[in-house]
Nanobody
Framework: VQLQASGGGMVQAGGSLRLSCVAS????????VAWFRQAPGKEREFLAG?????????YADSVKGRFTISRDNAAKNTWYLQMSMLKPEDTAVYYC??????????????????WGQGTLVTVSS
């Protein structure tokens, strides 16, 4: 499966952005999807994940209550990360990723099989 992430940009603290992840090559029902981010000098960080059937979602404590992961049930090949109440520390490159194992949603980046190219989010104070 190939993933294409988009929607990043510059926003002021307290603002919102919605990131999109479009998949091609395989239907979205076949894998779990997650969003990660990586800030300069830091490791890639799990943010949110959704199971292949879209019935379960998981969030890192750092974004719980501010970020929402969802699937476009009509398009069937697009996932979103709705981000609100953004903070300067949310500045990073954001990636979507797919895990073909269909097990639990993993928070470990190395367990994901496919990655989008990343989209930069910059939050100014």
């Amino acid at each position: 499966v190939q993933l294409q992430a988009s929607g990043g940009g510059m926003v002021q603290a307290g603002g919102s952005l919605r990131l999109s992840c479009v998949a091609s090559g395989r239907t979205l029902n076949d894998y779990n999807v997650a969003w990660f981010r990586q800030a300069p000098g830091k490791e890639r960080e799990f943010l949110a994940g959704i199971r292949w059937n879209a019935l379960n979602t998981y969030y890192a404590d750092s974004v719980k209550g501010r970020f929402t992961i969802s699937r476009d049930n009509a398009a069937k090949n697009t996932w979103y990360l709705q981000m609100s109440m953004l903070k300067p520390e949310d500045t990073a490159v954001y990636y979507c990723a797919a895990d073909l194992s269909l097990g639990r949603v993993s928070t470990v980046a190395s367990e994901y099989d496919s990655w989008g190219q990343g989209t930069l989010v910059t939050v100014s104070s």
